[in-house]
């Protein structure tokens, strides 16, 4: 009897195991599911465009997972375009960035940068991609978080040559929707209890940036509503409907013509602190939806 038991113990760990090991397949930890999608955009905005990511296929012909295996601002995570790194589930885009060992230090961290720059991060893809001039662009995101994460959701001028433009950085122009950690951001909790706004042009870097903090708790707790108003004088920034921050671009010539959206998780950098063991990984950023809206 002894020995039947002790086989039918062993099955049963082996039986456990096996579930354990086929369950990485590069998924979030649980189902993530915004639940409370009762936006607004406010009276005359029509919706002109959205993505749901209710179909289950990364990419539908906007979305590319950027390939930049030596990163800007001395980050340490490699964005390596592979399919495990960015990918749809449960009705959300999730990036995933990952510790690969066997120290914490530059290059051993796999993250995800999707863009929607047309023909990809080469701009020879054949992807079609989506750009954008003015209007209203808000995105439904549950952020990661964590000492030296530095999640992001933001435009780039899309005559960048990063992506197969003519024009460098900062004179193609860019737009921080969002961005999460800042190492000078003393909330306690890494910088992920304050998200800042900004842009970058050749009138200064930054040429206006902002930032503001949660009641309670951190932005990764639960989805928020992130967006910016943007016309050809002025970027209004709003976090859950409140505003959050304004800059004046009517001089600014950069921001009068297209740009396209990026979404990432950095790992280390200029910005934020320093990983370590006390950071968990993999992290997991999801949309669950992103809407461009015009007002003409």
Known sequence: MRKKCNALFLLTIL??????????????????????????????????????FNDGVFGSDTWDREELLSPYNNEWE????????????DGSMVLKATYNGPTHSIGNYTSARVISNPGGGTGLSGSTGKTFRYGKIAA?????SGKGIWPAFWMLGDNISETGGDTGWPACGEIDILESGHISANDGFYGHATVGQAIHS?????SSSGEVSISSGI??????????????????????GVIAHTADISTIDEFQK?????????????????????????QY????????????
């Open 202 to 206: 050749t009138a200064g870097t930054p």
């Open 78 to 89: 490699r964005y390596t375009g592979e399919a495990s790194t960015a990918y749809e589930q």
């Open 140 to 144: 439904s995101i549950k952020l990661p």
């Open 258 to 282: 297209d740009f396209y959206i990026l979404f990432n998780i950095a790992v280390g950098g200029n910005y934020t602190h320093d990983p370590d063991a006390t950071t968990t990984f993999p």
């Open 285 to 296: 950023m999801y949309i669950d939806w992103i809407r461009y809206y015009t007002n003409n």
């Open 15 to 52: 039986l456990l195991m096996s579930v354990a090991f086929s369950c990485d397949t590069g998924s979030g930890p649980e189902e993530v599911i915004d639940e409370s999608d009762d936006y607004d955009p406010g009276p005359g905005w029509t919706l002109s465009w959205s993505d749901e």
């Open 219 to 240: 932005y990764g707790d639960d989805f928020h509503v992130f967006e910016i108003e943007w016309d050809s004088s002025t970027i209004v920034w709003k976090v859950d």
